[in-house]
């Protein structure tokens, strides 16, 4: 006679679910001596929207977490792919995988100081269960952070004088699982300055604007040259009662480049020669 069969662990992972424990956390940052958010604050998370989607099934659990960043999932064998989004400031509740890689982030303008700016975030990744587990999920700042330094040349200072500064052309959001920015693009208000040298750290959404391929100088990176939707800054000055104009446009390199990217630190430097001109 067949002896029956003795049920091991396996069996009941498949039948019931095994515990896999869940904790999102921010990707490190660089600190940046300057006005801006501190390294912490950058890594605040108030809440998280988590998604767990069976990649064979399509069966989701969904989880709402509130000043916590670890849960446990009960899931069953196979394979998942676990989603994630920070700071959006509500229960989002349960969607299907198509849903959840449509989902936004809308980043409003902010000034510079603004301390109490929640960055939102995001982050996925896939696992395979087979048993009682931890997983981490990182999570991508959906913003990238820009440095912009302004230093007079000795020989114009006190004839010099920077009014204001402008982001430019920045998207109303982005979709938290891709490249691509959503909304409508529009400018920031204007930061007043009133002085000769200005300092400070924004936080705008990421925005792939391309690459202009013929610019081979920085002095060619104008707004003459931008693609049409670049983020970039319009720094407006005086100089010796004249009005002067600035435009500066960070991307991964100092030329061609005017793509914005999630999750980096750029540093522009303008520095205002002896001979101001628009740029």
């Given at each position: 006679r067949d002896q029956p069969r003795s049920r091991g662990l396996g069996d009941v992972y498949k039948r019931q679910g095994c515990t896999v424990t869940v904790t999102c956390v921010p990707e490190a940052q660089t600190a940046?001596?300057?006005?801006?958010l501190t390294p912490?604050?950058?890594?605040?998370?108030?809440?998280?929207?988590?998604?767990?989607?069976?990649?064979?099934?399509?069966?989701?659990?969904?989880r709402y977490l509130h000043g916590a960043e670890t849960v446990p999932l009960t899931l069953t064998q196979g394979r998942w792919r676990l989603y994630a989004v920070a700071n959006h400031g509500s229960d989002l509740g349960t969607l299907d995988a198509e849903a959840v890689e449509a989902l936004r982030a809308d980043i409003p303008p902010h000034?510079?100081?603004?301390?109490?700016?929640?960055?939102?975030?995001a982050g996925r990744t896939e696992t395979d269960v087979s048993g009682p587990a931890s997983v981490t999920l990182t999570l991508e700042?959906?913003?990238?952070?820009?440095?912009?330094?302004?230093?007079?040349?000795?020989?114009?200072?006190?004839r010099l004088n920077i009014l204001?500064?402008?982001?430019?052309?920045?998207p109303s959001g982005v979709v938290c699982f891709s490249g691509d920015a959503?909304?409508?693009?529009?400018d920031w208000?204007?930061?007043?300055?009133?002085?000769?040298?200005?300092?400070?750290?924004?936080?705008?959404?990421?925005?792939?604007?391309?690459e202009i391929p013929h610019i081979a100088s920085p002095e060619e990176r104008t707004h003459l040259n931008a693609p049409?939707?670049?983020?970039?800054?319009?720094?407006?000055?005086?100089?010796?009662?004249?009005?002067?104009?600035?435009?500066?446009?960070?991307?991964?390199?100092?030329?061609?480049?005017?793509?914005?990217?999630?999750?980096?630190?750029?540093?522009?430097?303008?520095?205002?020669?002896?001979?101001?001109?628009?740029r």
């Amino acid at each position: 006679r067949d002896q029956p069969r003795s049920r091991g662990l396996g069996d009941v992972y498949k039948r019931q679910g095994c515990t896999v424990t869940v904790t999102c956390v921010p990707e490190a940052q660089t600190a940046v001596l300057t006005r801006g958010l501190t390294p912490e604050e950058e890594s605040r998370i108030a809440d998280v929207n988590l998604w767990a989607v069976h990649t064979l099934t399509g069966i989701v659990e969904h989880r709402y977490l509130h000043g916590a960043e670890t849960v446990p999932l009960t899931l069953t064998q196979g394979r998942w792919r676990l989603y994630a989004v920070a700071n959006h400031g509500s229960d989002l509740g349960t969607l299907d995988a198509e849903a959840v890689e449509a989902l936004r982030a809308d980043i409003p303008p902010h000034a510079p100081d603004d301390t109490d700016f929640l960055l939102p975030m995001a982050g996925r990744t896939e696992t395979d269960v087979s048993g009682p587990a931890s997983v981490t999920l990182t999570l991508e700042r959906l913003a990238a952070r820009v440095r912009l330094d302004i230093e007079t040349a000795p020989e114009i200072a006190g004839r010099l004088n920077i009014l204001e500064v402008q982001p430019l052309s920045v998207p109303s959001g982005v979709v938290c699982f891709s490249g691509d920015a959503v909304g409508e693009f529009g400018d920031w208000p204007p930061q007043e300055c009133g002085t000769s040298a200005f300092s400070a750290v924004y936080y705008l959404p990421e925005n792939l604007a391309g690459e202009i391929p013929h610019i081979a100088s920085p002095e060619e990176r104008t707004h003459l040259n931008a693609p049409e939707d670049a983020t970039g800054f319009r720094i407006s000055t005086l100089y010796e009662g004249k009005p002067v104009y600035y435009h500066v446009y960070p991307g991964d390199n100092g030329t061609s480049d005017f793509n914005l990217r999630r999750n980096r630190t750029y540093v522009c430097l303008l520095y205002t020669s002896p001979s101001p001109r628009d740029r």
